[in-house]
């Protein structure tokens, strides 16, 4: 039997991938172990959209390499983003790769790491059994809790991003594919479910499969106790349909993850993403729609030609907008993108001076905004326990990214508490635990 220890980077659909690879393995009988240095086989799921990130992935890959100096491990299977952007170079550059699995044929796990084929009818595993629409997953990470795929791949061809090159155009998920997903997710316990894509915005653009909000309102026709959040929608398709399919239903997260990247519109015609309004517009029309709705943004700066003036105009719409959860990203010059050729590179350290810039004006922000939370009572989903004690996280606080609420007692994970709020500092709350509740 081989025993197989995994390392999952980069983002959440990768982290899916990650998941649907494990149940492949454990399907042909394959053991998942945690410590590397048990295994007779390595996997490094890897991440390639940033040149750091290619760096963390080349490093792990090399350091795990080790391992087989050892004789212990045998192979190393390297799989995701680096396999699409860098092929076989990856073979004949990194001797410490034995096999590849592109993020197109995860099913093709099994011979990368066993040499063999998987039999194709595995008899009983993990996940739903074969004939199911969609793929079987082993979920990796606390069981109360799934991300759900929507979509591979993106099409907004921004001008600094190597994504749809490396994953390739968009591609909506059928929806019963996904909707079947969703009740066997529910049916195996969990209580969160974040609908994931590049661009999650644009599903079924490609299909004529309806919509981001129609898909929305056939998930909620699950019956059951849960909370459904969506993450990535492009500012140029949050509309109002899909704002009201937003607010149609209490187990829908009042949470939008609406990444404007930038907010001068000369800098947004250069990134290829000039379609959108106004990003002041969205945000209020957002809130218009759906009162006490919960925002996340990421930021670029640093983008070439971003003048001062141009920065300037982004600490102000900070200032504006009242953004709840922020990252900001300094520009990372990716060789083959448009924005790669441009003139006007800015200095990285001027791009990683104003991201300081503006995470400082954040952390007051966000301050003043969990310090009107005190006193509330709030819906928390629990988390269990980490190195800083018993948590969880209200609506407004999406899996692994935002802040959380720190509890007064531990609570089994997956449950759903109404906790009154009594502290809160930059990016966390703290609370008190009332009762167990419904969603
Ligand atoms: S929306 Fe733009 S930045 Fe995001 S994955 Fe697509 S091309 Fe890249």
Redesign the pocket.
Known sequence: MNKIAVTSLGCNKNLVDTEVMLAHLKRAGCEVVGEPGEADCLLVNTCSFLREAVEESLDCIVELGTLKQGGRVKRQVVAGCMVSRYGDQILREVPEVDALVPHTDLESIVRAVTGSSPDLDPGPGPGPGPGLPFPPRVLSHPSHRAYLKIAEG?S???SY?K??SIRGEFVSRPSESILSEMRYLLDQGVREITLVA??SGRYGSDAGEGSLASLIRSAVGIPGDYWLRVLYV?PARVTPELLQAMGSDPRICPYLDI?FQHVSPPVLERMGRGLAPPPMQVVRAARAAMPGLFLRTTLMTGFPGETEEDFRLLLHFLTQAGIDHLGVFAYSLEEGTEAAAMSDQVPAQTARDRADLLMQEQAEISARKLSLLVGRELAVLSEGADENGPYGRHRGQAPEVDGVVRLDRDVEPGTFIRVRITGSDVYDLEGEVMEQSQI
């Open positions: 993106c907004n061809w921004c991003c994504i749809p590049q661009d492009h990444p």
